[in-house]
């Protein structure tokens, strides 16, 4: 879901949000008027008082959106299952700058799941941004690790930043290309 907007809302009640790209946690007060400026893979950025916000998928309905399903996992599922699942939460994250998730930007090097002995898993994945002082990195890196944690079984996210080798446009897949204007 992506949408380039400008959306009135209206904030029904207090809602967590997060400052772009500062990452700055804050709490808007029911009553605040903003627009909607973009809607990738769960989540809102708003514009409001001279600020750009992210509203994370649960609180949608602060702003009158429904948040997205619950992830569900088949009984017995393996760790091949949980793996297809977690790159397709990697694909619902998004810089809210940028409308192309960190997959198609090139920007997810490794994601592994492993299975714990109590039988719940942990992931580990391996990232990096299109440009070392990116001011979105801690937000970027908290959106995988609270998105992968949706996925029933996964007890543990690790999400390791790390900048070798460093990014290029080249591992840009061509839809990111293309939607960036770099074809």
């Not at 702003?63 to 297809?84: M, N, Y």
């Not at 995988?144 to 900048?163: C, G, Y």
Request: net charge negative; aromatic share 6%; with cysteine.
């Amino acid at each position: 879901m992506y949408s380039r907007s400008s959306e009135p809302v209206r904030f029904e009640r207090d809602c967590p949000a997060v400052r772009v790209p500062s990452g700055e946690a804050v709490t808007l007060p029911a009553g605040t008027v903003g627009y909607i400026t973009q809607s990738l893979g769960g989540s809102w950025t708003v514009f409001v008082e001279g600020n750009l916000v992210r509203i994370a998928g649960q609180d949608g309905d602060a702003i009158g959106k429904t948040p997205p399903p619950p992830i569900t996992l088949p009984a017995g599922a393996s760790d091949e299952d949980v793996e297809r699942l977690v790159w397709q939460q990697l694909r619902t994250c998004f810089d809210p700058e940028i409308p192309v998730n960190i997959v198609e930007l090139g920007l997810v090097y490794a994601a592994e799941v492993r299975t714990r002995e109590d039988g719940q898993r942990e992931v580990a994945v391996r990232m990096t941004l299109t440009a070392p002082g990116c001011g979105m990195g801690e937000i970027l890196v908290d959106d995988v690790r609270s998105k992968l944690r949706l996925i029933p079984t996964v007890a543990e996210a690790d999400v390791e930043l790390v900048f070798d080798p460093p990014w290029h446009h080249g591992m840009m897949s061509e839809v990111a290309k293309l939607e960036t204007g770099m074809l």
